[in-house]
């Protein structure tokens, strides 16, 4: 495909990027190619080499910038090296690495209780890990060991991690290895109203997928669970969640048969929905752990787990340990992001500035017939292109040709779902309203672009 890239300017920005002297991107391609695993993969037909970040921008190395609408894979909370966020971890850096918990140091006792101050009441207890999947392997594992069930209920649909046990909990097909994983780990019918084979209001369609956990405790499990695991708003999934009754209802079935409640919160958690600060707060329930990663450190490693001290108390019956779980450095990242939120007003950037986004995606839908549905809260927002509004039928061709387009016109977004056909925008909170409208006047003309080709 052949795009003209029209008169449309990225807002301006007084960052200038460094020059880039590292090695010409074909030799990083040859270098990927001999020497790193070939799982590793890259977008774009011409694999683009990112060599500097400011605030929600990315460099090229020829000093290219592009909007970033995907954050690292939403990972990039405050902004990319946002200037207090770089001090902080740069003095933690320069001071103490690492020494392990086997020693006090304020961070990981100052990171758990900012934590607290952030959840409901009860959930205030913390353990670091270093990664999304870890931090749910060890939901898990405290639920089993708490409940003395084994078995566990996750939704179709859902991306929990790589480990060989989230393995477990993912359920594509295109995330699962042929290689066992967890058994005992049963997927539930996912509530999302847009491609639910249930049938009703998005209410009735919450309720219907609510009561499949009940009978999928009764027909495949014991008739006793350990734990219900679920994202809030599902994100690798493509940004789908059932109606505001779904996971009252599920929860409420969970409890029932003896199981606790996760909220994965690795892409949903800090404000990045808007209105609330956790996603599971969108639906009016309280999880007994809740899971995060990711946005916690803005680009710096760590996951935690947080649950009540109760629950917590059953991983003391064996020794855990984590080496860099709890290492200052990713605690300061920590305590670094929490505080940027709160001082940038990020979570009501997140407010604003995602429904002026859903907003302008939705009239965007009006003029194109290839975006089926519009969905998502906050700056977690999700387009589902098809190629008939009737059938549904994934527009996954277009997608990808959508995306290179939007990269010729400097905006990068992901892609997700099952058939790899809902474009995620998940840019760092700190986008501007200036940002959002060159988002989607590019998003127009790419879209017009896709659809002539
Ligand atoms: C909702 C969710 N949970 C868990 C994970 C796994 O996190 P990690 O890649 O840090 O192991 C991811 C990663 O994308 C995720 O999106």
Known sequence: ???IAPQLELPPVDHVPRPYDGPPREE????RKQFTNPAVYTIYKEPLLIVEGHMQYLYDETGKRYLDLLAGIVTVSVGHCHPRFVKRVTQQVSTLQHATTIYLHPNFPMLAKKLASKMPPGLDVTYFTNSGSEANDLAIQMARLYTGHHDVIALRNAYHGGSPSAMGLTSHSTWKF?????GHVHHAMNPDPYRSPFKGTPEE?????AADIRDLIRFSTPGKVAAFLAEPLQGVGGVTYGAPNYLKEAYAIVREFGGLCISDEVQTGFGRTGDHYWGFQNWDVVPDFVTMAKGLGN???IGAVTTRMEIA???TQRIHFNTFGNNPVSMAAGLAVLDIIDEDGLQENCRVLGARFKG???KLQKSHQLIGDVRGMGLMLGVELVRDRATKSPAKQETVDLMEALREMSVLVGKGGLDGNVLRI??????TAADVDYALDVLDVGLGQVTRK
């Open 426 to 431: 998940k840019p760092p909170m700190c986008i």
């Open 28 to 31: 990083l391609i040859a270098m």
């Open 1 to 3: 495909m052949t795009t």
């Open 313 to 315: 108390k059953s991983l």
């Open 205 to 209: 369609i919450a309720s219907m997928s």
């Open 178 to 182: 042929p290689v066992g994983g967890d």
């Open 360 to 362: 302008g995606l939705r």
């Open 299 to 301: 680009g710096v490693p």
